[in-house]
């Protein structure tokens, strides 16, 4: 039974029937429990899942993202990493290997290289240059581009020593949400509960 619970992660032996999987065989490597403790945990380890759930398909396999998803689990399991910058950092990495990674280093209209910016293209994916149009997309503070870039560039294992203001934090969450539920066929809905009680409003 403990195989089957939430987020534990192990070796699993499946028989294919005509329209089901069986387990057969599991050896648990780590069972993620703890990740049960709270609201908080139990809400972020669920969204990852469901973020891989609507941004692949069955049977699709991506060994890369599989290893940031569990390191995900075993930084928040030791809570070793601000939550909210674990979560920001698997979502880029997300949105990379599935295609719809962000130009931080060029305009994403015109192509002219760019120190910073302060327009993200969620419809394009990447900064805009000051002489360029600014369309489907969102004003954003130099901080948050900032941000944006360094976590594009970091190693996901060194995330646990990143910072961020809780402004540039909520403005690194909107452009993200945005992004994501602009390019996949469902809007993730795990986090939703968590931030009407946090007061943290997405569409604005």
Known sequence: ?????????????????????????VQITE??????????HITYASYLCELIQISMQDEESDR??????????YFMKNEIADIEILARAFEIRLLES???????ERCIACGKKISTSDY????????????????????????????????????FQNIYRVTLSAEVKEELY???????????????????????LKGVIVNE
């Open 1 to 25: 039974m403990a195989a089957s619970q939430l987020f534990c992660y192990g070796e699993y032996v499946l028989y294919k029937g005509k329209s089901l999987y069986t387990v057969n065989e």
């Open 31 to 40: 069972s993620f429990q703890g990740l049960l403790k709270d609201l908080e």
């Open 64 to 73: 890369s993202l599989f290893v940031h998803l569990i390191s995900a689990f």
């Open 98 to 104: 599935t295609g719809f990674c962000f130009e931080l």
């Open 120 to 155: 993200i293209s969620c419809q394009y994916g990447g900064g805009i240059c000051p002489d360029c149009a600014r369309v489907n997309g969102r004003p954003v503070s130099y901080a948050a581009f900032n941000a944006l870039r360094a976590l594009s560039k970091m190693s």
């Open 174 to 196: 909107k452009i993200l949400s945005a992004t994501i539920s602009q390019n996949y066929f469902k809007k993730p809905k795990s986090l939703e509960t968590l931030n009407y």
